[in-house]
């Protein structure tokens, strides 16, 4: 395991040391940045390169020089697991680091201020008070937004009726006063309501880095602009508005199924949805000069979130279905008015719905303190509404899902089984698709470049 390990590389959890003895301040480092991220492990033994080097001296004594210098110099104490290990007659020191689940820790020495790490991808980096502020914040069992503003609403405000009635159209119920107090976001005192952090961003928003910020690029880069734009106010109205800007950006081809012509996104609008909710409801709103961000691209679209995922939160829980939102009090009110699913039921959702309209697979990326989401577009142009675009839907489906059934396509696509039955019989008379295997258990095989991207 230790050997697998090694061959793959450093990364977010895996850091290489040659010798301990060199630079203590390096590793301890390492130690403090796996325990406020994600855990990690760090073999003492190992050159940055992955060459196994081996350990000089008694690799006993190495270990518990080890164990002295992380007891005396890092607080709180922190309790890895250290042990030997050899290969190929070289010795080697494994230390894993678990995270903290309450607290934050740092160089003694440095004190918190300055002395505090996290790791993004491969490498330590220092985090400034801001991001301090922020990591202690999702340590506690406090949401953010449920933090209380100073100022006072009176029962006539203007933004009590406004989120009242913006809440009940989405729901389809009548919201009252009492309900917003149930969600968390008002707490009656006196004549009137102190407002919470979630209800100022979902009303008058005053916070000028909750905004969200667009862009239409040409080409594949961030290099030429063809659109560009700005949201603010209601974060409710910024992850519509959103909505709308990637809906008015990508394409909506029309396809021929049967007698009767249907329109329908290149990219499914429920994935892009969830997206985009999930982007504006479990962001962080504490990382200054941090929106959302959206950019359309000919060949994909990427929606970037500030604040990375929330503490103990994974990429293999939230596909789990494993949901930890960072803003308590803003998901509930998204999930009560259908807004969204929940991250990680959500998140699953999306990726069968490109799965079965034929795109590749999302992608999703922690930068630092961001998480990005990127939904591709179609990798070659649609064709007009002619007598073979059925059967470029059929290849278009099957090449991106294989194992798709004529059932599912025709769930997913609109067509009529008559239709899909008659484009996938000319295809294979055409020698153009194929299938392999059973009935149930087998795949469709597309034998042609006709299609492929131009």
Excluded at 128 to 146: F, H, K, W
Excluded at 264 to 269: A, G, L, Y
Excluded at 287 to 301: G, H
Excluded at 348 to 356: A, K, Q, T, W
Aim: charged share 30%; net charge negative.
């Amino acid at each position: 395991m230790i050997e697998d390990m090694i061959r793959s590389g450093e990364s977010e959890t895996l850091e290489f040391k040659g010798r301990p003895n060199d630079d203590p301040k390096k590793y301890l480092k390492t130690m403090v940045a796996f325990s406020n991220t994600r855990g990690g492990i760090i073999i003492f033994g190992v050159g940055d390169d992955g060459k196994v080097i081996g350990l000089e001296g008694d690799a006993n004594k190495i270990r518990d020089q080890i164990i002295d210098t992380v007891i005396t110099n890092i607080s709180p104490l922190i309790t890895p697991g250290i042990y030997n290990y050899s290969i190929d007659g070289k010795d080697l020191v494994i230390v894993e680091i678990n995270p903290l689940v309450n607290s934050l820790a740092y160089l003694r020495a440095d004190g918190p201020e300055k002395g505090t790490y996290v790791r993004i991808g491969a490498s330590t980096r220092a985090v400034g008070p801001d991001e301090i502020m922020l990591l202690r914040s999702e340590r506690s069992d406090i949401s953010p937004d449920s933090q209380i503003c100073s100022e006072t609403a009176p029962h006539d405000d203007d933004r009590i009726g406004w989120l009242c009635s913006k809440l009940s159209r989405r729901k389809g119920d009548e919201v009252t006063v009492e309900d917003l107090i149930g969600l968390g976001l008002l707490v009656p005192e006196g004549d009137g309501y102190r407002a919470t952090m979630a209800f100022r961003l979902l009303t008058d928003n005053p916070y000028q880095s909750a905004i969200l910020q667009c862009a239409r690029f040409i080409g594949p880069g961030e290099t030429e602009f063809a659109d560009r734009t700005e949201f603010g106010g209601s974060i409710l109205v910024q992850a519509e508005r959103g909505l709308e800007y990637i809906l008015s950006m990508i394409e909506k081809p029309s396809v021929i199924s049967g007698a009767y012509r249907k329109d329908d996104f290149e990219i499914p609008v429920k994935a892009i949805r969830e997206i985009v909710m999930n982007a504006v409801m479990h962001r962080s709103y504490r990382i200054e000069n941090s929106p959302v961000f959206i950019a359309v691209f000919d060949d994909r679209v990427e929606i970037t979130s500030p604040g990375g995922l929330p503490n103990g939160q994974t990429y293999e829980r939230m596909m789990d279905g494993f949901s930890l939102p960072r803003n308590r009090i803003i998901a509930r009110v998204f999930k009560e008015c259908k807004l969204s699913e929940g991250w990680g039921r959500g998140l699953r959702r999306v990726f069968e719905l490109c799965r079965g309209h034929g795109l590749k697979e999302p992608v999703i990326s922690v930068l630092g303190q961001s998480i990005r989401v990127t939904l591709f577009r179609r990798s070659y142009p649609l064709r007009s509404a002619t007598a073979g675009s059925n059967e470029d839907i059929v290849l278009r489906y099957f090449g991106g899902c294989p194992t798709m059934t004529i059932a599912e396509l025709c769930e997913s696509t609109g067509l009529s089984k008559h239709d899909a039955e008659v484009s996938i019989r000319s295809l294979k008379e055409r020698g153009m698709l194929r299938r392999e295997g059973a009935r149930k258990r087998g795949q469709w095989i597309i034998e042609t470049g006709e299609f492929e991207e131009e």
